[in-house]
């Protein structure tokens, strides 16, 4: 899930900032350049940890502002299909639960929750069977199933960069305490 990248990328230093140390600018630069994107064999970029190398800076006639490549480490989040996550319920829809799986959420269908027909009813989905409920906060233990190549546009409309499909219906899925105590009591 949670990965440290190295990565490299050139960097300008404006002119008003050439007398700075070259790696505090660059690290600068590339915090407000990267954190916050979603790279596709990467991840979603969380924080820039450090620049490691600077080069010797170029100087182009056409601009003012000096170009050096810059070596540096990302800690990034990258959802993988058949991971298994915990998250807590971060919303309780009639169609599925969103899951707050650090900072990306990940969406539980209800025909995905468990083997068992769920109803919603005044916020909480439960099982008709086994009495299972899955209210907001609650804890839960899920499969990835799907994660959605990033879309360049979403965050301006204002969707998730990408979106992350989960299920419940394995061995030792679902709601932790339901599972917890279902194993306790087989003992």
Do not use: N
Not at 55 to 70: D, E, M, T, V
Not at 135 to 151: E, K, M, N, W, Y
Not at 171 to 177: D, H, I, Q
């Amino acid at each position: 899930m949670y990965y440290v990248v190295r990565m490299s990328d050139m960097v300008w230093v404006p002119p008003k900032r050439l007398g700075d140390d070259p790696r505090e600018v660059a690290e600068e630069l590339l915090r407000a350049r990267y954190v916050g994107r979603y790279l596709e064999d990467v991840g979603l970029i969380l924080e820039v940890l450090r620049v490691s190398d600077v080069s010797l800076g170029k100087a182009l006639i056409s601009s003012p502002s000096i170009y050096f490549r810059a070596e540096f480490e990302v800690l990034t989040f990258l959802p993988k299909v058949h991971e298994i996550v915990e998250g807590e319920v971060k919303a309780v829809l009639e169609h599925g639960i969103v899951i707050t799986m650090g900072p990306i959420d990940g969406f539980v269908h209800i025909s995905q929750l468990g083997d068992d027909v769920f109803v919603h009813r005044a916020g909480v989905l439960q099982g008709r069977k086994t009495r299972i409920t899955y209210r907001r906060g609650d804890v839960v233990r899920a499969r990835i199933t799907g994660v959605s190549r990033p879309s360049p546009a979403a965050a301006a409309r204002g969707e998730p960069i990408v979106r992350v499909s989960l299920t419940c219906r394995q061995p030792s899925m679902g709601k932790v305490e339901a599972r917890e105590a279902e194993e306790g009591g087989a003992s």
